[in-house]
C-alpha cells in the first residue's frame, strides 16, 4: 500500500507574510496526520521560516530545485546540504520549467538526483512529454528516456525515498488536464519500466504523481487510479482551501 502524496510547487509565488500565512491556512484546516504525505515547497527564501512553522507538524517542507555539487563558486544556487539546514525534507527535480527555461538535462536531473539522496532528501522527479512529442508519438521515448537517465545510477534507496511526478508539459498552468486513461497509461507505462531496473517491492513502493492543472473538482477522479499516488500542485496549492480539498480527495 503506497501513501499518497500531495505536493504544492508554489513557484516564484510568496513573500515570507505570505507564505506563513498560507502555511498556516492549510495547517489550521488540515488536521488528520497519516493517510497522505503533505507537503509544500515555498521559493528558497521561505524554506526556513515555513519549516520553522512546521517543525511539529505532519507537513513537510521541498525545495523547489538544487545544485549537485554541496558547495562552491555556483552563484545563485543552492545545494542539498543547504536545502536540509533550512528544514526541508523533500526536493523537487528536473520540473519542466526548469528543463525548458534553464535547460536543465536529463544528465544534470540525475546529478540532482544523486547528490539529493546522498543528502538525505526525498526528490521528487518531473518527467512529462510536449504537446509536440505527444502528437508525433513520442510520448514513451521521452517518458522512458527521462526516467531511465533520471534514475541511472540509483539504487540504495528504498522505496519511499523517491518520488516520480508526470507532468505532461501541455497540461502545467494551461487549465488542460489529461484524461484518467492519459495519467494512467503514462502511470503504468512508468511503472513498468521501473520493474525492468528495480526488484518488485521497490518497483511496486515507488510513488508517481500526477501534476498538470490538478484542482479540487478533478482531483477525485485522477487520484482514484490505480497509479496514480497523489499530485503535485502548482496554481490551486496557493489557495489553503483549494490545497485542503486536493488532500482531502
Ligand atoms: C506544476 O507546476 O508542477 C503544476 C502541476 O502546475 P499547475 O498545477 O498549475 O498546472
Not at 178 to 185: C, F, H, K
Not at 191 to 215: E, Q, V
Request: charged share 20%; hydrophobic share 40%.
Amino acid at each position: 500500500m503506497r501513501t499518497p502524496v500531495i505536493a504544492g510547487n508554489w513557484k516564484m509565488n510568496m513573500t515570507v507574510d505570505q507564505a506563513i500565512e498560507l502555511v498556516k491556512g492549510i495547517h489550521y484546516g488540515y488536521k488528520n496526520p497519516g493517510q497522505v504525505d503533505v507537503v509544500v515547497a515555498p521559493p528558497s527564501t521561505s524554506i526556513h521560516p515555513v519549516a520553522q512553522y512546521l517543525k511539529d507538524s505532519h507537513i513537510s517542507v521541498a525545495a523547489q530545485n538544487m545544485h549537485w555539487e554541496e558547495s562552491g563558486a555556483f552563484t545563485g544556487e543552492i545545494s542539498a546540504p543547504f536545502i536540509k539546514d533550512a528544514g526541508a525534507d523533500y526536493v523537487i527535480i528536473g520540473h519542466s520549467e526548469r528543463r525548458q527555461y534553464f535547460k536543465e538535462t536529463d544528465k544534470t536531473v540525475n546529478k540532482k538526483m544523486h547528490s539529493a539522496i546522498k543528502h538525505d532528501l526525498i526528490p521528487i522527479m518531473c518527467v512529462g512529454e510536449t504537446l509536440g512529442e505527444r502528437e508525433d508519438g513520442r510520448l514513451q521515448d521521452v517518458i522512458q528516456r527521462q526516467v531511465m537517465d533520471g534514475l541511472d545510477g540509483i539504487e540504495s534507496f528504498a522505496a519511499t525515498d523517491i518520488i516520480i511526478a508526470y507532468e505532461p508539459v501541455w497540461a502545467i498552468g494551461t487549465g488542460k488536464t489529461a484524461t484518467s486513461e492519459q495519467a494512467e497509461e503514462v502511470h503504468s507505462f512508468i511503472r513498468s519500466l521501473l520493474h525492468k531496473i528495480h526488484d518488485t517491492k521497490k518497483a511496486n513502493g515507488i510513488r508517481i504523481l500526477y501534476g498538470g492543472s490538478m484542482n479540487s473538482k478533478n482531483a477525485a477522479e485522477l487520484l482514484a487510479l490505480p497509479n496514480i499516488d497523489g499530485g503535485l500542485i502548482g496554481g490551486a496549492s496557493l489557495v489553503a482551501s483549494d490545497f485542503i480539498d486536493i488532500i482531502r480527495s
